[in-house]
């Protein structure tokens, strides 16, 4: 298992993984912390690895608007990249 963080690291980092987890917190009314500043331009653009499973996990809190917003916004990106 490599755990890393979300900014500066490649979310398909090399052709060995198996399964990706992504685990995304929610701050500013629906936007991504600080700490993962960056990280849905580098989804973006990371290369698609037909087949390999990825599972978003959010963190986040029901009396804000944008309940799990970052993590749904993650999650749609994935769904659009295959
Ligand atoms: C300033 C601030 C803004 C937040 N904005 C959102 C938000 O828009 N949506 C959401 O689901 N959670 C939001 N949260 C909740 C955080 O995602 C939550 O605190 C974080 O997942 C850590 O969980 P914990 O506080 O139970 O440790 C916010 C929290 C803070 C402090």
């Not at 912390?33 to 087949?51: H, K």
């Amino acid at each position: 298992m490599h755990v890393a963080p979300t900014t500066g690291s490649n979310p398909a980092r090399g052709p060995k993984a198996q399964r990706i987890i992504v685990l995304a917190a929610t701050y500013g009314n629906g936007a991504a912390p600080a700490s993962a500043g960056g990280f849905l331009d580098d989804f973006e653009r990371c290369p698609v690895i037909p087949g390999l499973p990825l599972a978003v996990v959010g963190f986040g809190d029901r009396s804000f608007p944008a309940f799990c917003g970052f993590a749904a916004e993650i999650a749609q990106v994935a769904v659009q990249r295959g």
